[in-house]
């Protein structure tokens, strides 16, 4: 796949104005007024000849106005015949029986002489579908067409209207002419666990010898020493074009504000083009550099101090009386560049609630806390230390060292959950990873009905136990009989005091019913839930 960096020109457009390309077009009063009683529903757009249609869709009026941006805010019913229309010519234009034979409505992006088209109208009025039925129409013209003009509403018509852009993205995979000499190669593929490349190019110009150059494989020392079978390597291949100007540059806003739309969309199908996936490949070699230098290897540090400390100098300084100045240097050393990381990663949190469209989409993402909650819980454990080093009451210390390894125990888990976030910048990981966090969101409505379960035969269980008195009261407390009908459903229980109790045969018979229902029931639900997950996950 090849993205343009700069498009080509159509040669319908014959001149360039105000950074939009745009037809050099007069028009008469005639044309004028037949807009304007178009708009005022005058005229009906099924009495028109196509000829006629072409001529007015081209018309940009001296205040800057198009007859679809006119519709949009005047007439809908009327913009929707002339699409249906358009749509219609499309598809007869190759029949002979077809009135429209070889009149096909040519439909061009016009911009008005503020640069907006109709498409923007549409954007801006929340007219979905009459956007999702003008991205279908542009989506078949010709290369260079019209990208140029509507690459700043992208990222709010991936927002509005994702399926359409999805299939809009499809269309705009374009084979020319030269791209159809490239049937077979060696092909550079954009990572090892795809099957395509990519790459940009000006298209200025087209230079073969440098699109061969940066599609296939160089042919290595040893393959041509040894004669390797270049048919077997030069594998079936299709070369096509995607137009849309500096859309994979991170310097352009337009690309990165797309790219974040991409990343908010809740329709995953988009992701399943190959354009969109080509994109990611292109930039991610560069995203995954500056991640891996600006957060991952941090984190890694952060990680390995963090346990250093908590795990073996903290527990070193409460057993040693009198401390030596190297273990306090060291201390002072290892708590000062805790402290260092926690603000560091809270510096990256704020700048990523900033860039964030609004506080509600930063505060419900379960991937925010647990960006957040090692470092505050961290640094509360450092604020507590100091509290230690000012006062000389031994029961207050321990109360103090208490606390301290209740929020290191907690800090020590989210810390070490939160690297598995970062290990999805592997692609061996990554999947993984997101099954497992797929497999956690799947189950939230399983384990409301587990946990009832386990409530309904634990009370059971609690209220036949208190027919007994002494040594025959298998279980003494409520707690006592939820935790084990946990156990009970892992495989761990024990009913040896079920012979001697009153009641035994109640007993023994909700037994086998909570056996039953929480191991053979209840746990092959969670498997199957598990792997039909697994499935989702693999295939997409």
């Known amino acids: 796949m090849l993205l343009s960096s ?3 020109f159509n040669y319908n457009m014959i001149t360039y104005c105000k950074n939009n390309l745009r037809y050099m077009q007069a028009f008469s009063y005639d044309s004028w007024k037949a807009i304007e009683m178009i708009s005022k529903d005058l005229i009906s757009i099924d009495e028109l ?52 034979y070889g009149q096909n409505i040519p439909f061009e992006l016009v911009p008005d002489i503020r640069g907006r088209t109709a498409l923007h109208e549409c954007v801006q009025n929340t007219y979905t579908k009459a956007s999702e039925e003008i991205l279908d129409i542009v989506g078949k013209n010709p290369l260079g067409n019209h990208i140029n003009i509507i690459q700043d509403i992208l990222p709010e018509l991936v927002e509005t209207c994702p399926m359409a852009v999805s299939k809009y993205f499809n269309d705009r995979m374009i084979e020319c002419p030269w791209t159809l000499k490239h049937t077979k190669g060696d092909l550079k593929l954009a990572d090892e666990e795809v099957d395509f490349g990519v790459y940009s190019d000006p298209l200025i110009y087209v230079d073969l010898q440098e699109h061969e150059r940066k599609l296939f494989q160089r042919e290595s020392y040893m393959e041509k020493k040894l004669e390797v079978n270049k048919e077997q390597k030069h594998l079936p291949m ?26 908010e969309s809740d ?43 908590a795990l073996y100098w903290f527990e070193k300084d409460n057993n040693e009386r009198s401390p030596s100045v190297v273990h306090m240097v060291e201390g002072v050393l ?15 949190e704020y700048i990523q609630f900033q860039n964030e469209s609004s506080a509600f989409k930063y505060l419900t993402s379960f991937w925010n806390y647990i960006d957040l909650i090692p470092n505050i819980l961290v640094l509360c454990a450092l604020a507590i230390a100091l509290i230690k080093g000012y006062t000389t009451d031994k029961s207050v210390n321990g109360d103090v060292m208490q606390w301290e390894r209740y929020l290191n125990a907690i800090a020590s888990f989210f ?12 692609r061996m990981y990554g999947h993984l990873i997101k099954t497992i966090v797929e497999v956690l969101i799947d189950m939230k409505v399983f384990m409301v009905i587990l946990f009832m379960s386990i409530l309904t035969f634990s009370g059971s269980f609690f209220i036949l136990a208190q027919n007994n008195r002494g040594d025959k009261v298998f279980i003494e407390s409520y707690m006592q009989s939820i935790m084990q009908m946990f156990e009970l459903m892992l495989g761990e229980f024990d009913t040896e005091k079920f012979s001697s109790s009153v009641g035994s045969a109640i007993v023994y018979f909700m037994f086998a019913l909570a056996a039953l229902f929480l191991i053979v029931v209840m746990l092959n639900l969670l498997i199957a839930i598990i792997s039909d997950t697994f499935a989702n996950v693999q295939s997409q």
């Open 238 to 263: 299709i070369v096509k074009v995607f137009d849309f100007p500096k859309i994979h540059h991170f310097g352009n806003i337009w690309g990165r504000q797309m790219m974040a739309a991409l990343s």
């Open 415 to 426: 810390i070490c959950f939160r690297l598995l976030y970062f290990l999805r910048i592997f």
């Open 49 to 100: 000849q196509p000829q006629r249609l072409a001529e007015l869709l081209r018309v940009v009026l001296p205040d800057g106005r198009t007859l679809i941006s006119i519709l949009v805010k005047t007439n809908l019913a009327h913009l929707e015949k002339l699409i249906n229309k358009i749509i219609y010519s499309r598809s007869m234009m190759h029949q002979q029986d077809s009135v429209y």
């Open 267 to 309: 329709d995953i199908s988009v992701f399943d083009r190959v354009f969109v996936q080509a994109i990611l490949e292109y930039q991610w070699p560069a995203i995954r550099q500056a991640v891996i230098r600006d957060l991952f290897l941090p984190y890694v540090v952060f990680f390995l101090a963090f346990n250093y400390y």
């Open 334 to 348: 290892i708590r000062l560049s805790l402290v260092i990381f926690c603000v560091y990663f809270c510096m990256n």
């Open 6 to 8: 700069l498009g080509c």
